[in-house]
Nanobody, 124 residues
Framework: QLQLVESGGALVQPGGSLRLSCTASEFPLDDYGIGWFRQVPGKEREGVSYISMSGENIAYADSVKGRFTIFRDNVKNTIYLQMNNLKPEDTGVYYC?????????????????WGQGTQVTVSS
């Protein structure tokens, strides 16, 4: 079964940047579409960004457009989420998830494989 591992979460001040990573040890991630989601306590998990298997189709939530960038490094078998100009409302646990075939992003139901999450806190 595909196991995803996220890393890169941290405490950062407003206006700062972070780069999150999503990797898998046993499966090539270019066989999957990858979504990034985030969740805060008491709220549903929301889609942040998505990249297709080929990398040709990319999508962002309106709240992060112009600030976040998703991209693949197939040599490193890693999907990155570059987050710039971070805001306090970006705080949450960030998850990456994998899907095969047509994606349900930003809905979570079409993503059967998830990582454990990485905490991002934006605060002064």
């Amino acid at each position: 079964q595909l196991q995803l591992v996220e890393s890169g979460g941290a405490l950062v001040q407003p206006g700062g940047s972070l780069r999150l990573s999503c990797t898998a040890s046993e499966f090539p991630l270019d066989d999957y579409g990858i979504g990034w989601f985030r969740q805060v306590p008491g709220k549903e998990r929301e889609g942040v960004s998505y990249i297709s298997m080929s990398g040709e189709n990319i999508a962002y939530a309106d709240s992060v457009k112009g600030r976040f960038t998703i991209f693949r490094d197939n040599v490193k078998n890693t999907i990155y989420l570059q987050m710039n100009n971070l805001k306090p409302e970006d705080t949450g646990v960030y998850y990456c998830a994998a899907c095969e075939g047509p994606t349900s992003w930003p809905e979570v139901w079409g993503f059967p494989s998830w990582g454990q999450g990485t905490q991002v806190t934006v605060s002064s």
